[in-house]
């Protein structure tokens, strides 16, 4: 991104990929700035398909909800790891703007928690430790490239066919520079449930608030992707029990 007049714009890049080598094959889902479509990219050389999610802005967003929008795809260009989704391209040029990415055909961790309990064959205890530590992988590669999540939850983390794990979506994500926190207004939408108490309190975020954030993520895997406080509080109640020192109770499977 860069700043013209005091706005931010984007500038196509290395990055770009022509729209007429975007093959969109269909629907896996929506969020608040855009929709996701499963589909293939054609490489230049090879003329090879290369499977990928698509993720595509509404044609309703506004001019800052796309530069918000493509905040996420310039975050994405500086990851490169195991455990973290892979940028694959841009699609800046034209309309819908797209950002192509590596394709995680089990969807989100979310998804398939709740698919397994809804067929009451949850995961291994084997496979949940080993889950946890490619997320944890993940994450401590945010950490230590100086970037802070501010939204690390299961719906958030993508299962690839084999069931590696991998954190996703870095709509909120961002560089902390020299400082040691991300401040936020009290405005917008907040994943209150998995945010610490001094992200409610002043929203600050830090590498330590996404490492409260993972534990009410290890809570969800626990429990089979149950929502954390769900059977006590309404969100303004998860927040002010927080604020107090409340905790999430130990799962009833979860070990000593």
Not at 222 to 232: E, N, Q, R, S
Request: aromatic share 10%; with cysteine; glycine share 8%.
């Amino acid at each position: 991104m860069q700043a013209e007049n005091g706005v931010l714009v984007y500038k196509k890049d290395s990055w770009e990929v022509i729209r007429s080598h975007v093959t969109i094959e269909k629907f896996l889902g929506g969020g608040s700035f855009g929709d996701v479509y499963q589909g293939f990219i054609k490489d230049v050389g090879s003329q090879a398909q290369r499977p990928c999610a698509i993720k595509m802005v509404k044609q309703a967003a506004t001019k800052e909800d796309k530069t918000e929008f493509l905040n996420e795809a310039n975050i994405m260009k500086a990851f490169d790891a195991n455990h973290v989704v892979k940028l694959l391209g841009v699609v800046s040029v034209g309309e819908p703007t797209m950002i192509l990415m590596e394709l995680m055909p089990r969807g989100s961790l979310l998804n398939y928690l709740d698919s397994c309990r809804l067929k009451s064959k949850s995961p291994t205890q084997e496979r949940i430790l080993q889950m946890s530590a490619e997320i944890a992988d993940g994450m401590a590669y945010l950490a230590d490239k100086k970037y802070v999540h501010r939204d690390l939850a299961a719906r958030n983390c993508m299962v690839a066919d084999d069931l590696t794990v991998k954190v996703g979506d870095f709509g909120l994500t961002r560089h902390i520079y020299e400082k040691d926190y991300y401040r936020i207004g009290p405005n917008g939408p907040n994943p209150i449930r998995w945010m610490a108490p001094e992200s409610l309190r002043h929203g600050v975020f830090t590498s330590s608030s996404d490492v409260w954030s993972y534990g009410v993520l290890l809570w969800e895997m626990a429990t089979g992707g149950m929502t954390p406080y769900f059977a006590k509080f309404r969100n303004d109640e998860v927040l002010n029990f927080v604020e107090e020192g409340g905790t999430l109770d130990r799962p009833d499977n979860c070990p000593d």
